[in-house]
């Protein structure tokens, strides 16, 4: 049987109903009514959490870590229940959720284990020098401190591995910072169970309340009130350009501009190089035409654009592409509105001046098909709205007519997450000469594979120049991304008992 959600607020430990209701929209099964957040339960949440900060923020590494684990543990003993709940309300598939589940609580667990060897606390000692002539040098001490509260909005494309105990939530509660999480009105269910598995977390521990809670729904006003209360130190935030550009300004604008750690989508274009192209293209038109409809497109990862040389091996690749796309059927998109809005993004390509139609289908209601377009360097330049991206499984080719063109084009991008080179021995010049532009337009930059999937490690980079991310020295990814919680303070001769625990 599907899990019920009572369809309440988690604030600072009491699950609170609202007085206005939504119902979900869910791909399959039963809907349910959720309590509408509102900017009061915004204040009450945000109070809450700076309550707790001052023993939170002031606790040991040993028991952070202890917390991360146990919300792990509190996510895998729901583990049924979350995978009927997440299928139901995304349409994603069984496997899908297990293995986002999977990741979701190995990112918990990795934290607990990285904030336990210290190293992402930077220390720094340089000692006193009284006889330094011809002024002494003082003591002194750093050591990375936790900002305070953090607002999470969750992400509607994955409901466990970037909502409510995603990675913005088990960095930020690493760090020492308490968490208001704004659910999203895509899997509220989801959600809910989630919160209840840290609910649990936090009684087992013995954490403040207040450490944690979730926010359902709400209209723009509680995104709004959030970003702008004045006890939230930073935000984390994985979503469209422009949902992600209007909280990031409204944080820019408050009194004390906070920074807005948003994570807004990338076209993550991939450069076949000549002699690859000729190899082994049938290959590499078979793995792209996988990666771009893997999970509907629904990633943001995911790879839209492939840029190659014009001539036979190119005519031979379109082949081979449109080839491996014909067999894919339709997929269950998240919501329909992400259903119109790739419907939509579709039309605004096949509409853009000397873009031709490579493979097209039927695509309506909350179902997604692949669709294939084909254009020419020389009009890529010209269409900037090319360069957007379109959430979905939609793949344009743009052939250029030699390597300075297919260089202008790399020159032309905004920033990205990824960028691929697909490449071969007899292609190392050509690679040599792109290599300073991608690493300046993304944050990771591969070889021969497909950007689809992010590992959660310690050297990941998970972000890049706007607009891909808002914070092109940050990473939502991996252990790095507990830095965008922490700020560095120093201590110049300051006695032993006065000093973090983590300097004694």
């Known amino acids: 049987m599907i899990f019920t959600p009572h369809g309440k607020h988690l604030i600072a430990g009491d699950w609170v109903a609202g007085e206005n209701k939504f119902t979900s929209e869910p791909a399959h099964g039963p809907a349910n009514e959720f309590s509408v957040g509102t900017p009061?339960?915004?204040?009450?949440?945000?109070?809450?959490?700076?309550?707790?900060?001052?023993?939170?923020?002031?606790?040991?590494?040993?028991?952070?870590?202890?917390?991360?684990?146990?919300?792990?543990?509190?996510?895998?003993?729901?583990?049924?229940?979350?995978?009927?709940?997440?299928?139901?309300?995304?349409?994603?598939?069984?496997?899908?959720?297990?293995?986002?589940r999977g990741r979701t609580t190995g990112q918990l667990r990795l934290f607990a284990s990285h904030i336990l060897t210290g190293d992402y606390l930077d220390r720094r000692h340089d000692e006193a020098q009284p006889d330094r002539r011809p002024l002494p040098r003082p003591d002194i001490k750093m050591v990375q401190r936790p900002i305070g509260p953090v607002a999470v909005f969750g992400?509607?494309?994955?409901?466990?591995?970037?909502?409510?105990?995603?990675?913005?939530?088990?960095?930020?509660?690493?760090?020492g910072c308490p968490v208001v999480v704004k659910g999203h009105s895509a899997h509220p269910g989801t959600g809910e169970i989630v919160a209840e598995a840290i609910h649990s977390a936090i009684a087992t521990c013995g954490v403040p309340p207040g450490?944690?809670?979730?926010?359902?729904?709400?209209?723009?006003?509680?995104?709004?009130?959030?970003?702008?209360?004045?006890?939230?130190?930073?935000?984390?935030f994985t979503g469209s350009l422009a949902g992600g550009r209007a909280l990031f300004d409204l944080c820019a604008q408050r009194d004390n501009p906070i920074p807005f750690f948003g994570e807004l989508g990338s076209v993550n274009p991939m450069f076949l190089l000549p002699e690859a192209l000729k190899v082994r293209g049938g290959a590499i038109a078979d793995g792209w035409a996988g990666s771009l409809t893997m999970g509907a497109g629904q990633f943001c990862t995911n790879p839209g654009i492939a840029v190659v040389i014009d001539g036979a091996e190119a005519d031979a690749f379109i082949e081979a592409v449109t080839k491996a796309l014909e067999p894919v059927g339709a997929q269950t998109m998240l919501t329909d509105g992400i259903a119109a809005a790739y419907r939509g993004g579709r039309d605004r390509v096949a509409g853009t001046t000397g873009v031709r139609e490579v493979l097209t289908s039927v695509c309506d209601l909350r179902n997604a098909t692949p669709y294939l377009f084909a254009t020419t360097g020389k009009e890529w330049l010209a269409n900037e709205i090319l360069g957007e991206e379109v959430f979905g499984p939609l793949g344009l080719i743009v052939r250029v007519t030699d390597e300075a063109e297919m260089l202008t084009v790399a020159q032309s991008l905004q920033g990205q997450l990824t960028c691929t080179l697909h490449m071969d021995s007899a292609d190392s010049d050509m690679a040599q000469s792109l290599m300073p532009i991608l690493e300046r337009k993304a944050g990771r930059v591969l070889a021969n594979g497909y950007p689809t999937g992010v590992e959660v490690c310690d050297a990941m980079v998970h972000g890049g120049p706007y607009p891909a991310s808002t914070n092109f020295g940050a990473t939502s990814v991996g252990t790095l991304s507990i830095r965008r919680f922490l700020r560095p303070v120093c201590y110049q001769n300051m006695?032993?008992?006065?000093?973090?625990?983590d300097l004694r």
Do not use: M
């Open 211 to 236: 450490v944690f809670s979730l926010i359902q729904g709400g209209k723009r006003d509680v995104g709004q009130a959030l970003v702008q209360h004045p006890l939230i130190n930073a935000v984390g």
């Open 155 to 175: 992400a509607s494309n994955f409901p466990l591995a970037f909502s409510t105990a995603g990675g913005d939530t088990a960095a930020a509660l690493a760090a």
């Open 40 to 100: 009061d339960l915004v204040n009450r949440a945000c109070k809450s959490a700076e309550e707790a900060f001052w023993s939170f923020g002031y606790s040991s590494r040993e028991d952070r870590a202890a917390f991360l684990n146990a919300i792990a543990d509190e996510i895998e003993a729901r583990r049924d229940a979350i995978t009927e709940i997440g299928t139901s309300e995304t349409g994603l598939p069984d496997a899908r959720l297990e293995g986002e």
């Open 495 to 501: 006695p032993d008992d006065l000093l973090p625990g």
